[in-house]
């Protein structure tokens, strides 16, 4: 005889309770009590346990929903060129407008910027020159383009979310 024997037989008897469970009470759906009043182990069980299987789309749908309401959040506000849109938007705008530049910075995020305009019906007549210039009075679709730079930032929370959550 093993020291392991013991414990599988009381393994083997707990198994043989939860299955013998059903058997002894008719009903045991979510809510339903037993004799004395207290709610079942099986119904406390399944609740906890559906919760734990389940935490991981909650985990995962809190951070696609944090992420959305971060990047979209007054997106609209202020109507005039900020920070970054001065080099971005310059650049995207030249691109649009086929005209020869010259960028020492790779030119990757400029061009898919400027996809976005050509997408959104940009002709890139504006050059984004400084800070604080007007978009409205310049007929400039700001909210799309920067709603188009917006869904890039939305979805790389999730998406690292996801590859953490594959690789353990």
Do not use: C
């Not at 691109?95 to 530049?101: D, G, I, N, Q, T």
């Not at 020159?129 to 188009?148: A, T």
Request: charged share 20%; proline share 5%.
């Amino acid at each position: 005889m093993s020291i392991d024997e013991p414990q599988l037989t009381r393994r083997q008897v707990k198994d043989a309770d939860k299955q013998a469970a059903p058997d002894a009470n008719a009903s045991n759906a979510p809510g339903d009590s037993s004799e004395d009043g207290k709610q079942s182990k099986h119904s406390k069980g399944a609740a906890s346990n559906w919760f734990v299987k389940n935490s991981s789309s909650y985990a995962f749908t809190l951070v696609a929903v944090l992420s959305f309401v971060t990047r979209y959040w007054k997106i609209w506000d202020p109507a005039q060129v900020v920070f970054d849109e001065v080099h971005f938007g310059k650049f995207a705008s030249y691109y649009l407008r086929r005209e020869y530049h010259f960028d020492i910075h790779p030119p990757l995020a400029k061009m898919v910027i400027a996809l976005g305009g050509w997408l959104v019906g940009y002709d890139g007549h504006f050059l984004f020159e400084k800070i604080g210039m007007d978009y409205m009075s310049n007929g400039v679709p700001y909210i799309l383009l920067r709603g188009w730079v917006a869904m890039f930032g939305f979805a790389l929370p999730p998406l690292v979310y996801m590859i953490m959550a594959e690789s353990g």
